[in-house]
């Protein structure tokens, strides 16, 4: 109904669009934390780890923070901005999903990882009103991601329970 991208409602005021951010920084820390936590029982995320890591390289700091600004702030723009009022919250959480399309199969759970991402940013949005929270929570997890892919090796995941070796 009007060109606010950023605003569900035109008449949102001030206040509301200074305290919504602080909300997505801490969805973006939970959700960063959660994945942290999962790595070690997911071997798609140390193979995610190593293929981001050989694309990034070891980039600046401000390169990391630009382009984990960047990033969430187009994304969401077009996906939470643009497409969900256009299209609702699981056409544009897929379209979302089929952007993280990795270059290997074994990768496929990122894209439905972004899809789960896709509807949690999605869902900021409804219930924040607007933007804010959903790109402050892309860019805590975008920057924490990156940061973390470009400065440490993967974690290795463990298949099965570890035993010692047999001595005979």
């Known amino acids: 109904d009007t060109n606010d991208v950023w605003r569900l409602d ?22 960063v934390q959660a ?5 070690g029982h997911m071997v798609w995320l140390g ?21 984990a600004a ?12 643009a497409m969900l009022d256009a299209w609702g919250l699981w056409i544009s959480s897929l379209v979302f999903a089929l952007l993280h399309i990795p270059p290997r199969a074994s990768l496929w759970p ?12 999605g869902v900021l949005t409804l219930i924040t009103g607007n933007l804010g929270a959903a790109v402050a ?11 973390y892919v470009t400065r440490n090796r993967p974690r290795l995941a463990l298949r099965g329970p570890v035993r010692p070796a047999d001595p005979a």
């Open 35 to 39: 994945f942290r936590a999962l790595q």
């Open 137 to 147: 929570a892309h860019f805590v997890i975008n920057l924490q991601n990156l940061a």
């Open 110 to 121: 990122w894209t439905v990882s972004a899809f789960v991402m896709g509807l949690g940013f």
């Open 47 to 67: 193979e995610l780890h190593r293929e981001f890591s050989s694309l990034f390289g070891r980039p600046a700091s401000g390169e990391l923070v630009l382009l």
């Open 70 to 81: 960047a990033s969430a702030l187009g994304e969401e723009v077009l996906f939470r901005g």
């Open 10 to 31: 035109p008449r949102q005021d001030l206040v509301t669009l200074l305290w919504t951010p602080a909300v997505g920084v801490l969805a973006g820390m939970l959700a």
